[in-house]
């Protein structure tokens, strides 16, 4: 079980990320290289109403939106563990997927995040960054 303390570390940790709190919410932002590599995400009234039309509902705890390469993988993502990753129609067509940190792993996590952040780091930074860890 990850929490939003494991977000920040595993975020921050990455050269160039920073935190912002804002956006409609006022809840944390992770950004890198003027992007988004994950933000908490709380439903809007319209998630709420088009989740019901779709007999679903938003799930108990945090959620996090993690930036995807695109929308085939965010999709990949949800049909690979629908206990961990969802979406909603407001993402339909937006390469991130959502998550309910209470049921992902924070090793699982920080890959995510890292993917996340290799899409916005400048690509330099990506290189050295991989090459330290000897990934390719």
Do not use: N
């Amino acid at each position: 079980m990850a929490t939003i303390e494991d977000v920040r570390a595993l975020a921050l940790a990455l050269p160039g990320v920073e935190e912002r709190v804002g956006g409609h919410t006022g809840e944390p932002a992770w950004r890198c290289h003027g992007g988004q590599i994950a933000w908490v995400r709380s439903p809007r009234q319209t998630d709420l109403a088009q989740l019901a039309e779709l007999g679903r509902s938003w799930p108990h705890g945090t959620v996090l939106a993690v930036r995807t390469e695109s929308v085939a993988l965010a999709g990949g993502l949800v049909a690979s563990d629908p206990a961990i990753f969802f979406t909603i129609p407001h993402f339909a067509g937006y390469p991130a997927v959502l998550l309910r940190l209470d049921a992902i792993g924070r090793d699982h996590l920080g890959e995510l995040i890292a993917d996340a952040w290799l899409l916005r780091a400048p690509k330099t930074v990506a290189r050295t960054w991989l090459d330290e860890r000897g990934l390719d």
